[in-house]
């Protein structure tokens, strides 16, 4: 029910699914939907202490009842099984995608110009710069204590949540922008971009 952008989605199960999108421009709109097993539907954002707001653009839950969703202007927005509130984590730039290892740990990477995250220890959040890196655009997560994340001009890497320290390969695999990672089983890791 919408003529918005999508650009994130994530679900619990096939009947508790969650889209997120919006333009991002002053006449976009931010767009939060949900499928319940059977049709989609809108759903009101809660109110906003940050101004502007046009576009979220990650979704992801530890569970149907712990969903987190991202945004312009460094907005975080949290379900908690029965509704959605607004959690302040200290950013002001987007941010661009989220992943987790569960409850006690959520990782939010975007940044325009620089690199910035905002790690959920389980009861705060903490937002670090890690300029002069480049905006990250995708973060993944096997274990805890590392992120592995991408973004533009060729970012790819590990991020140390423990030091905030970002190893990447000398020089970038490319010039261009990297927009999504994921892990497998066999210990892989793969970008696009």
Do not use: C
């Not at 759903?43 to 979220?56: H, S």
């Not at 959520?106 to 480049?134: E, F, H, M, Q, Y």
């Not at 490319?174 to 971009?193: E, K, N, Y």
Request: glycine share 16%.
């Amino acid at each position: 029910p919408t003529t918005q952008n999508l650009w994130g989605v994530w679900g619990a199960s096939s009947s508790a699914l969650w889209a997120v999108g919006g333009d991002g421009l002053a006449d976009g709109q931010a767009t939060l939907l949900h499928w319940d097993g059977s049709s989609w539907s809108d759903v009101a954002l809660p109110p906003l202490q940050k101004v502007g707001v046009d576009q979220l653009l990650k979704v992801w839950g530890t569970s149907a009842d712990d969903v987190y969703v991202v945004g312009q202007r460094g907005v975080v927005l949290r379900f908690d099984g029965a509704g959605w509130k607004e959690e302040l984590v200290g950013a002001s730039d987007d941010l661009v995608s989220l992943w987790g290892t569960g409850p006690d740990r959520v990782v939010a990477v975007g940044g325009r110009s620089n690199a910035i995250v905002s790690v959920w220890d389980g009861s705060s959040w903490k937002t670090t710069s890690l300029a002069p890196t480049p905006g990250l655009n995708g973060v993944w997560m096997r274990t805890p204590g590392v992120a592995h994340v991408v973004g533009t001009y060729g970012t790819l890497g590990d991020l140390d949540l423990a030091t905030m320290k970002l190893t990447t390969g000398d020089p970038p695999p490319t010039a261009l922008d990297f927009h999504s990672i994921f892990g497998d089983a066999r210990g892989r890791v793969h970008a696009v971009g």
